[in-house]
C-alpha cells in the first residue's frame, strides 16, 4: 500500500487550503484514513479520521469546525479540506491508512500505513 499526500503549501492567517492523499495498492475502501500532523519540536498529532464508508469521522478538538475530512472511494482519494487557517496549524501533514476503526483511531498505532507528508505554512 502506498499513499501520496498533496496540496500543502503557504497561506495567510484565515486562508483555507484542501488536501489530498491518494491510495494505490491495494482496495481503498477497506480501510479506515486518517490524518495527522507534526509541527518542529512536537509530535505527531491525530487531527482527523474517517471510516471505510465516510459515515463516521472524528476530529481533534483543535480542529472541529474548521476542517472537513471526507473520501471517495471511486477515485481512492482522501481528503482534508481546512477553512480559517491559524499559524498554530503549520505543520507537516500526514495521511495514514488502517484496517480497523474505533476509539483507538486517534491514536499513531492503529495505522497501518503513512504517506510522506505535506508541508502546510500558515503565516501571520
Known amino acids: 500500500v502506498q499513499l501520496q499526500a498533496s496540496g500543502g503549501g503557504t497561506v495567510q492567517d484565515g486562508d483555507s487550503l484542501r488536501l489530498s492523499c491518494t491510495l494505490s495498492g491495494r482496495t481503498f475502501d477497506k480501510y479506515a484514513e486518517g490524518w495527522f500532523r507534526q509541527a518542529p519540536g512536537k509530535e505527531r498529532e491525530f487531527v482527523a479520521g474517517?471510516?471505510?464508508?465516510?459515515?463516521?469521522?472524528r476530529y481533534a478538538d483543535s480542529v472541529k469546525g474548521r476542517f472537513t475530512i471526507s473520501r471517495d472511494n471511486a477515485k481512492n482519494t482522501l481528503y482534508l479540506q481546512m477553512n480559517n487557517l491559524r499559524p498554530t496549524d503549520t505543520a507537516v501533514y500526514f495521511c495514514a491508512a488502517s484496517r480497523t476503526w474505533s476509539q483507538d483511531t486517534v491514536l499513531i498505532s492503529p495505522y497501518d500505513y503513512w504517506g510522506q507528508g505535506t508541508q502546510v505554512t500558515v503565516s501571520s
Open positions: 474517517i471510516s471505510w464508508s465516510g459515515s463516521s469521522t
